[in-house]
């Protein structure tokens, strides 16, 4: 009788455990894009580094047909709204490792080569649906973590995906550039930048646990046990430390509260802030990030997008579109510059160096070359792909 009722017992729960199902989480599909990435030859990853005219003619169409389940797995990612990548900075501190970042840039630039080959192929949708995969990866790689490195990691990406969706606009089909500002607004939310301080902060309370709690130091690989000797030589005393702690913890508020102002008054909330920083003692001069130039990307990546939303305006009803949308930094429209294959649009904002922001739309033309016929794609790529799909 017990050993029926055992029986029973355990049958039921795995009728019930059979029922749970987890919620679709585009990392998974993701990994699965990297895994097919690995199968790549070297010699065509090597290519994903070029610009799309430095990859020779006659290695464009192959090329492009060896990244096809990568690409089919991108956007089965792209179509889940939930990313999760299992990063945990509260509970590994330094020593957090983030795979996920070097590999999205990787597929996101083959993703971006792969939507110019779809252009060249007269293929506009897919290409213009590739680009917005890839801006969605972009929003999904800062998904999670709340840390500053996989914010600038989605800004890059997006950079990287406004540049190839610029480069087509003004050849691009009216259907498509009607929908652009509608496809911008569809995407996911990334990772505030306000919140950029959760992850900096939880790096900071790691490292002061680890000096307090045995069990942490005990859990914590020897790589950082050897690099937080150097900070116990740094930090001094407890008390000492402790007192470095409290300011650094002050110092984290302050900056979330400037992160939330127009970037003008950031700008100057930080100047005011920076000089305390760096005389608040060792602790805050090691993990102080460089906040100010991280918020000149995102700022940069915003503008960009205000610019291709000028530039699709520009295309569908003329040039005088353009005095209707405003320069985010400037007392009127962006200014435009003719080119030979298109024009560019620069903002009064001024980059690090100084020079002021701009972004290129069109495609230079190709000079001809002789006909080459596009080789067939080898078997095993064709059964592989055949095979997944």
Known sequence: ???????????????????????????????????????????????????????????????????????????????????????????DGPGTLMPHLGKCREIARAGCLVARNHFENGRHKESVDLIFEVLTLARHTSSGDGSLISKLVEVAISSIAIDALARQIPQLPPVELAQIEQRFK???????????????????????????????????????VDQFKEFEQLLGTPAAREEQFKMLDAFYTEVEAALALPYVEFEAAMKAIEPRIKNAG??????????????????????????????????????????????PHGKGPFTMKKLANGFELVSEFK???????????????????????????????????????
């Open 1 to 91: 009788m017990k050993t029926v009722l055992v029986l029973l017992c355990v049958l039921s729960c795995a009728g019930y455990c059979a029922e749970v199902k987890l919620p679709p989480n585009a990392a998974l599909q993701y990994w699965q894009a990297f895994s097919f990435m690995s199968d790549i030859p070297k010699e065509d990853r090597n290519l994903m580094g070029l610009a799309w005219d430095k990859i020779p003619a006659d290695k464009r169409p192959l090329f492009a047909q060896k990244l096809h389940v990568v690409m089919n797995f991108l956007k089965r990612g792209a179509q889940i709204s939930q990313c999760d990548w299992g990063i945990d900075m509260k509970r």
């Open 186 to 224: 569809a995407l996911p939310e990334g990772l505030p930048f306000t919140q950029t301080m959760r992850g900096e902060r939880q790096m900071a309370h790691y490292i002061k646990r680890f000096f307090e709690d045995p069990k942490v130091r005990q859990e914590a690989g020897k790589e950082v």
């Open 351 to 389: 980059k690090a160096d100084g020079s002021q922001v701009s972004l290129s739309f069109g495609i230079a033309p190709v000079k001809p070359q002789s006909a080459v016929k596009p080789p067939a794609p080898p078997a095993a790529v064709q059964q592989k792909a055949a095979g997944e799909f």
């Open 282 to 327: 060792e602790l805050a001069q090691l993990l102080w990030p460089a906040m100010t130039r991280s918020r000149q990307s995102v700022e940069i990546l915003n503008i960009q997008i205000a610019m291709t939303h000028a530039a699709t305006q520009i295309v569908l009803k003329g040039e005088g579109a353009l005095a209707q949308i405003p320069d």
